[in-house]
């Protein structure tokens, strides 16, 4: 992935994300300690969204379609306002939480947009 993508990815996970999911991505951070329900640790990677398999990687496309929607009944708001290249970016930076990204491949059944 070209740098200034992740570049990008990790100025807009600071901005918007941070402040629940945490800097190192455990979903232990400040405003998560009120949420019912706590984001989930994404350095494991282990997501609920996936168009593939139980237990798979999502593609982008997964993921894309969950931070767009945000979901019902948790804390995770849509941010269906966010411009799609950055969007794109945050996806790209949240692979970097997890090494499951460099060993597997998304196994979902659309074709990943990127
Ligand atoms: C106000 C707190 C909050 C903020 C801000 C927030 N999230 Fe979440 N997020 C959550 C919660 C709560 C969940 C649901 C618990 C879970 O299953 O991880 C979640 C879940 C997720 C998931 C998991 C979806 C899945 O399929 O399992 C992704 C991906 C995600 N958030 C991305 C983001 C991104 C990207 C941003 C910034 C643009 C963001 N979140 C901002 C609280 C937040």
Aim: aromatic share 8%.
């Amino acid at each position: 992935m070209a740098p200034e993508v992740l570049q990008r990815g990790a100025r807009v996970y600071g901005l918007y994300c941070v402040s629940c999911h945490g800097a190192d991505g455990s979903g232990r951070a400040n405003a998560s300690r009120s949420l019912d329900r706590p984001p989930r640790d994404f350095r494991e990677a282990a997501f609920e969204h996936v168009s593939g398999p139980q237990g798979s990687l999502p593609t982008d496309a997964d993921l894309d379609l969950v931070i767009r929607r945000g979901i019902p009944g948790t804390g995770m708001p849509p941010w269906d306002g966010m411009p799609d290249e950055d969007r794109h970016a945050v996806i790209q930076f949240l692979k970097t939480f997890s090494a499951r990204w460099s060993s597997e491949v998304p196994a979902g059944g659309e074709a990943s947009p990127t």
